[in-house]
């Protein structure tokens, strides 16, 4: 066990928003962090389906970005947009990753 955490946060966005919902992404990840956030990404699926997908170094860190002044911001776009989040959490077990080719 890593003691990694991953957040998905997803929600269903009318097309007409999914631009705004990207530009506010893209402002969100230009500015600094919170603690602890190993990697963020945006992602588009079938059906106007959006996750936000955070990993996290542990769950302390994701609790204390919950506690803080701005809290959640994945939460806070999708319902900017006018869609209603739903948040999963995931406990990272086991991880690979494909091997670097030389440059």
């Known amino acids: 066990m890593t003691g990694q955490v991953l957040s998905e946060v997803s ?3 009318a097309p007409e928003r999914e631009g705004e919902l990207v530009a506010a992404y893209r402002a969100l990840v230009t500015g600094p962090l919170p603690d ?8 588009s699926g079938r059906d106007g389906r959006w996750r936000i997908q955070t ?3 542990d769950r ?3 609790e204390a970005m919950r506690r803080g ?7 806070r776009l999708f319902r900017e947009v006018g869609a209603e989040p ?11 990753a494909a091997p670097h080719s030389p440059a």
């Open 60 to 62: 302390a860190a994701l």
């Open 11 to 13: 929600a269903v966005v």
């Open 69 to 75: 002044p701005e809290g959640p911001a994945a939460p």
């Open 86 to 96: 739903e948040l999963a959490l995931f406990d990272v077990e086991a991880r690979g």
């Open 36 to 43: 602890g956030v190993l990697r963020t990404e945006l992602l």
């Open 55 to 57: 990993l996290w170094r």
